[in-house]
């Protein structure tokens, strides 16, 4: 008997779980692997005190989520960067009405080895690295090392932000120059190589790496990447990130994106690394 | 099974026609020389510069150098199961070594990027570990098991009849084996060794782990390199459709297909030779 109601009480279950998708709002998010960890923490939060929609994220990348968009594979694009005329012109030719909504802050970070003494670098200096006029530690006052510069694919929003933020549009020319496929790729390629030099988001800034303080001229301030720096503008490699809907949402789209606005939200982006657009009374 | 044949064929031929519906496109931008004969690679750039030279340069080195590894130990595999080995070590090596064609790419190049690259960087005293070599050693490694099973292939096809003969005019095994069994197997060996090759041009997932990924000209053992699969496995995620760079990442596929293909064709064109004749 008790075995009866087991099974019963499983296959009411089983059945239920199945029928949920259904019964659901599903909101698909697609885009930058920059926006991913704030995705899926404010996706978790925001389906705990809404079981009733569902929030599927994916990642591929900045471009892939303005495509998302535009193509309507996705009610929410995610992007690091902002739009190109590009795409705002094939936006426009196909109907889609481009909708960005300022989400959080990203600031990138220089970092290097932990056994690295130096602790502050300029852009024209960082510029020399990547463009491979700078190619030992020596010559930026630090130990006798080769330079090994580690850079993200030379597609993904990380470096397009990190190539108009810092390298003044140049390309990476350094011979030897790491191309790495993630973020995570480029924190462990630092992390295990002393003459290294790369760039990530603040987000995955941790003790594996030591991020240095960075100044656009000589004459400073050199300014280490922080929450509160970048929130005060005082941080030089920094960026908006957005999420991107077609035409002004409504129902649980609207729901999703102004729970992430809300201070609740904001709170969430603060938790993940990244940095609130707003400063948060706490 | 017809029909399965014929399934498999026309997915073959969806695929090539797709390569090159989505590949060619991007000489609307670029002409063939400039493509397969630049020096430089910006995707990104407005205008974009679109040279695979480097990429193409960094394949052949890789790949030449995982041959230098995959053909001694595949051949000596192949000898050695099919000629010396007793029975009892014959069938577990061949368990062993279809093993290693069952490792999932990502698991080696994990292994390479926590294992051999820091060993690398750390015994040749290289500033980074993720090198061409690396790529190479590892390649070579994942190779042997399809050089090594067409080269038994080609041992085993040799009669034995030939093999009885050498012995009864007095040569030893090791005579037998160097003067006889090698020379006829010879095309068959030379497959594998092709086959082998379009291995390891075609491996992405390892490759894009260990290598660096740096598109260098010229290509050096013990610098970063930057090969044809990396370049469309990096990038095609984050690259629009229809853009250019999105074609220009299809046209390398179409590159790498016909490279493979070529191989291929030579491949089976030698191999059947030697069944020929046998």
Same mark, same amino acid.
């Given at each position: 008997?008790?075995?009866?109601?087991?099974?019963?009480?499983?296959?009411?279950?089983?059945?239920?779980?199945?029928?949920?998708?259904?019964?659901?709002?599903?909101?698909?998010?697609?885009?930058?692997?920059?926006?991913?960890?704030?995705?899926?923490?404010?996706?978790?939060?925001?389906?705990?005190?809404?079981?009733?929609?569902?929030?599927?994220?994916?990642?591929?990348?900045?471009?892939?989520?303005?495509?998302?968009?535009?193509?309507?594979?996705? $009610?929410?694009?995610?992007?690091?960067?902002?739009?190109?005329?590009?795409?705002?012109?094939?936006?426009?030719?196909?109907?889609?009405?481009?909708? !960005?909504?300022?989400?959080?802050?990203?600031?990138?970070?220089?970092?290097?080895?932990?056994?690295?003494?130096?602790?502050?670098? #300029?852009?024209?200096?960082?510029? %020399?690295?990547?463009?491979?006029?700078?190619?030992?530690?020596?010559?930026?006052?630090?130990?006798?090392?080769?330079?090994?510069?580690?850079?993200?694919?030379?597609?993904?929003?990380?470096?397009?932000?990190?190539?108009?933020?810092?390298?003044?549009?140049?390309?990476?020319?350094?011979?030897?120059?790491?191309?790495?496929?993630?973020?995570?790729?480029?924190? %462990?390629?630092? =992390?295990?190589?002393?003459?290294?030099?790369?760039?990530?988001?603040?987000?995955?800034? !941790?003790?594996?790496?030591?991020?240095?303080?960075?100044?656009?001229?000589?004459?400073?301030?050199?300014?280490?990447?922080?929450?509160?720096?970048?929130?005060?503008?005082?941080?030089?490699?920094?960026?908006?990130?957005?999420?991107?809907?077609? $035409?002004?949402?409504?129902?649980?789209?609207?729901?999703?994106?102004?729970?992430?606005?809300? $201070?609740?939200?904001?709170?969430?982006?603060?938790?993940?690394?990244?940095?609130?657009?707003?400063?948060?009374?706490? | 099974?017809?029909?399965?044949?014929?399934?498999?064929?026309?997915?073959?031929?969806?695929?090539?026609?797709?390569?090159?519906?989505?590949?060619?496109?991007?000489?609307?931008?670029?002409?063939?020389?400039?493509?397969?004969?630049?020096?430089?690679?910006?995707?990104?750039?407005?205008?974009?510069?679109?040279?695979?030279?480097?990429?193409?340069?960094?394949?052949?080195?890789?790949?030449?150098?995982?041959?230098?590894?995959?053909?001694?130990?595949?051949?000596?595999?192949?000898?050695?199961?099919?000629?010396?080995?007793?029975?009892?070590?014959? !069938?577990?090596?061949?368990?062993?070594?279809?093993?290693?064609?069952?490792?999932?790419?990502?698991?080696?190049?994990?292994?390479?990027?926590?294992?051999?690259?820091?060993?690398?960087?750390?015994?040749?005293?290289?500033?980074?570990?993720?090198?061409?070599?690396?790529?190479?050693?590892?390649?070579?490694?994942?190779?042997?098991?399809?050089?090594?099973?067409?080269?038994?292939? =080609?041992?085993?096809?040799?009669?034995?009849?030939?093999?009885?003969?050498?012995?009864?005019?007095?040569? #030893?095994?090791?005579?037998?084996?160097?003067?006889?069994?090698?020379?006829?197997?010879?095309?068959?060996?030379?497959?594998?060794?092709?086959?082998?090759?379009?291995?390891?041009?075609?491996?992405?997932?390892?490759?894009?782990?260990?290598?660096? !990924?740096?598109?260098?000209?010229?290509?050096?053992?013990?610098?970063?390199?930057? #090969?044809?699969?990396?370049?469309?496995?990096?990038?095609?995620?984050?690259?629009?459709?229809?853009?250019?760079?999105?074609?220009?990442?299809? =046209?390398?596929? =179409?590159?790498?297909?016909?490279?493979?293909?070529?191989?291929?064709?030579?491949?089976?064109?030698?191999?059947?030779?030697?069944?020929?004749?046998?």
């Amino acid at each position: 008997m008790q075995c009866t109601i087991r099974k019963l009480a499983t296959l009411v279950f089983m059945v239920s779980t199945l029928a949920l998708p259904v019964l659901a709002d599903t909101i698909t998010v697609k885009g930058s692997t920059t926006n991913l960890p704030i995705a899926q923490l404010t996706a978790e939060e925001f389906n705990a005190i809404r079981p009733d929609i569902v929030i599927s994220v994916q990642g591929g990348g900045s471009g892939t989520g303005i495509a998302a968009i535009i193509d309507g594979t996705a $009610d929410i694009g995610n992007t690091s960067r902002f739009m190109r005329v590009s795409e705002w012109s094939n936006a426009v030719a196909k109907g889609v009405l481009p909708y !960005n909504w300022y989400i959080a802050n990203d600031g990138l970070a220089v970092v290097v080895h932990p056994s690295n003494p130096v602790q502050e670098l #300029t852009f024209t200096q960082i510029q %020399g690295m990547y463009a491979g006029t700078i190619t030992n530690w020596s010559q930026v006052g630090g130990p006798d090392l080769r330079l090994v510069v580690v850079s993200r694919d030379t597609a993904s929003g990380t470096f397009g932000s990190f190539k108009d933020l810092v390298l003044d549009g140049a390309e990476v020319t350094a011979p030897g120059a790491l191309f790495q496929p993630s973020t995570a790729a480029v924190e %462990g390629t630092v =992390a295990a190589t002393p003459g290294a030099i790369g760039y990530i988001g603040l987000g995955y800034l !941790n003790p594996r790496v030591r991020a240095l303080a960075v100044a656009r001229t000589e004459a400073g301030p050199f300014v280490l990447p922080s929450i509160d720096n970048v929130v005060a503008g005082q941080y030089a490699i920094s960026r908006p990130l957005f999420m991107i809907t077609n $035409d002004f949402p409504t129902g649980a789209v609207l729901d999703y994106i102004n729970f992430i606005l809300s $201070d609740a939200g904001q709170r969430l982006v603060l938790e993940t690394g990244y940095v609130p657009v707003r400063v948060l009374t706490r | 099974m017809g029909a399965c044949a014929a399934a498999s064929l026309c997915a073959l031929g969806l695929i090539v026609l797709f390569l090159f519906r989505e590949g060619l496109p991007v000489f609307r931008t670029v002409s063939l020389g400039a493509f397969l004969g630049g020096r430089h690679w910006f995707p990104t750039s407005e205008p974009p510069s679109l040279g695979i030279l480097a990429m193409i340069l960094g394949s052949g080195l890789v790949t030449g150098c995982a041959l230098l590894v995959a053909v001694p130990l595949g051949i000596g595999t192949a000898l050695f199961v099919g000629e010396v080995a007793p029975p009892s070590v014959r !069938n577990p090596l061949k368990v062993a070594v279809e093993m290693l064609a069952g490792v999932p790419s990502v698991v080696y190049g994990f292994f390479g990027l926590m294992i051999v690259v820091p060993w690398i960087q750390e015994v040749l005293g290289l500033p980074t570990g993720q090198t061409a070599l690396t790529a190479s050693l590892i390649l070579g490694i994942m190779a042997v098991p399809t050089v090594a099973s067409i080269a038994e292939d =080609a041992v085993a096809a040799v009669p034995d009849t030939w093999r009885e003969a050498s012995l009864a005019l007095g040569a #030893t095994r090791w005579q037998t084996l160097r003067t006889v069994v090698v020379p006829a197997a010879r095309s068959g060996l030379l497959a594998g060794v092709l086959l082998g090759m379009g291995r390891a041009v075609g491996e992405t997932m390892t490759v894009l782990m260990v290598s660096g !990924n740096s598109p260098m000209l010229p290509p050096m053992l013990g610098w970063p390199v930057r #090969t044809l699969t990396a370049s469309i496995a990096l990038e095609m995620a984050e690259s629009p459709v229809g853009s250019t760079h999105y074609h220009a990442l299809f =046209a390398i596929g =179409a590159v790498l297909f016909l490279f493979t293909l070529f191989l291929n064709v030579v491949g089976e064109l030698v191999g059947n030779r030697i069944r020929g004749q046998a």
